[in-house]
Nanobody, 123 residues
Framework: VQLQASGGGWVQPGGSLTLSCAAS?????IAWFRQVPGKEREGVAG????????TYGDSAKGRFTISRDSAKNRVYLQMNTLRPEDTAVYYC????????????????????WGPGTLVTVSS
């Protein structure tokens, strides 16, 4: 499986962006992470293929929505009410199986990472 993230760009505070992660094959769990220089990679949102259950990091709750299109092997991250502190490189990552809920936002749980897409939130 290969992953390709897209949809990043510049947006003003309060604006919205939708990121897309295209997987070239099947997967069990896909998640979005983000990272800024000098900081650890942060779990943003994750979703498992076998259920509709989703999980969100604290910074994403209430503002971001993760969804999937299984027919297209794509996972989306709809980001609303963006803030300057959301500025980061966003990565999607995949695991072949279905991770337990507590591991979904742990970077070390993932086998495959795609190249990141930069999101810049500024006025």
């Amino acid at each position: 499986v290969q992953l390709q993230a897209s949809g990043g760009g510049w947006v003003q505070p309060g604006g919205s962006l939708t990121l897309s992660c295209a997987a070239s094959g099947d997967y069990g769990t896909i998640a979005w992470f983000r990272q800024v220089p000098g900081k650890e990679r942060e779990g943003v949102a994750g979703i498992r293929r076998v259920s509709t259950r989703t999980t969100y990091g604290d910074s994403a709750k209430g503002r971001f929505t993760i969804s999937r299109d299984s027919a297209k092997n794509r996972v989306y991250l709809q980001m609303n009410t963006l803030r300057p502190e959301d500025t980061a490189v966003y990565y999607c990552a995949a695991y072949s199986g279905n991770l337990v809920y507590s591991a979904i936002l742990q970077p070390s749980a993932y086998e495959l990472w795609g190249p990141g897409t930069l999101v810049t939130v500024s006025s």
